[in-house]
């Protein structure tokens, strides 16, 4: 049923995988899919922002972040699910989508973990936002 499911992580906020990642292994198991686990990074390449921050801090934030996925992945995903590490930068619903999109993938697995505004209560505004727009089967755990 499913070959490829996309699992977004904020590697800092256990809230976003905690519960959706043993969802997303037990789906790979079953089905025999790959787990792509995607950690998206806020865009700090507008002249604006990046005006503020050091020479080479996007790029050396980028290694830090892509080496701080492999780790989370060497720790939290065991060995016999193929797993594939996806780090790109943005708003984080809308990287979502159009990754899920570039890798075409089945499913979307994720939590929703953020309790702010009326929405918030209901699915997360990220949540929110990839259960209306992406093309791919969304599973949001509690």
């Known amino acids: 049923m499913y070959r490829k499911i996309l699992l977004p992580v904020d590697i800092n906020e256990e809230a976003s ?3 959706a990642l043993p969802t ?4 790979c198991r079953t089905f025999g899919a790959s787990l792509h686990v995607l950690t998206v990074r806020p865009d700090v390449k507008m002249p604006m922002v990046g005006a503020y921050f050091p020479k080479n801090f996007a790029r050396d934030a980028k290694a830090a972040v892509i080496e701080a996925q492999h780790a989370f992945i060497d720790d939290q995903i065991p060995a016999d699910v193929q797993t594939q590490s996806v780090v790109v930068d943005g708003s ?3 990287a979502i989508i159009k990754v899920a999109d570039q890798l075409e993938v089945d499913l979307i697995v994720m939590a929703s ?3 702010r ?3 918030d209560y209901v ?3 990220n949540s929110e936002h990839v259960v209306h727009h992406a093309k791919a089967s969304v599973m949001i755990v509690r």
């Open 113 to 115: 973990h953020n309790k």
């Open 117 to 119: 505004r009326f929405v």
């Open 24 to 27: 997303a292994v037990t789906l």
């Open 123 to 125: 699915l997360g505004p």
């Open 17 to 19: 995988w905690q519960k």
């Open 92 to 94: 984080p619903w809308e």
